[in-house]
C-alpha cells in the first residue's frame, strides 16, 4: 500500500519535471520561429498601408500592444 503511493509521487514529480522542460524547449523554439512583434516590423506594417508613421505613432501602438498581452 504505502509502495503503490510513493510510486504514484514519484511518477508525479518525474512527470511535472519532464513536462517542465519538455514545454520549455517547445516555447524556445516557437519564440524562435516567430519572434514577438517590434517597433521595426510595426513601422513596416504601417509603411505597407501606405502612410510614413512617425516614431511617437510606432510608440503609441507598441504601447497599446504590449498592454492587451
Do not use: C, D, H, W
Not at 514529480?13 to 516557437?30: A, D, E, H, P, T
Not at 516614431?55 to 504601447?63: A, E, P, S
Amino acid at each position: 500500500m504505502l509502495e503503490n503511493i510513493l510510486y504514484l509521487v514519484i511518477g508525479l514529480v518525474v512527470g511535472l519535471i519532464i513536462g517542465f522542460f519538455l514545454s520549455r524547449f517547445i516555447m524556445k523554439k516557437y519564440l524562435t520561429k516567430n519572434p514577438p512583434i517590434n517597433e521595426k516590423m510595426i513601422e513596416a506594417m504601417m509603411s505597407s498601408m501606405g502612410r510614413k508613421p512617425s516614431q511617437k505613432q510606432v510608440k503609441q501602438v507598441m504601447r497599446e500592444m504590449n498592454r492587451y498581452k
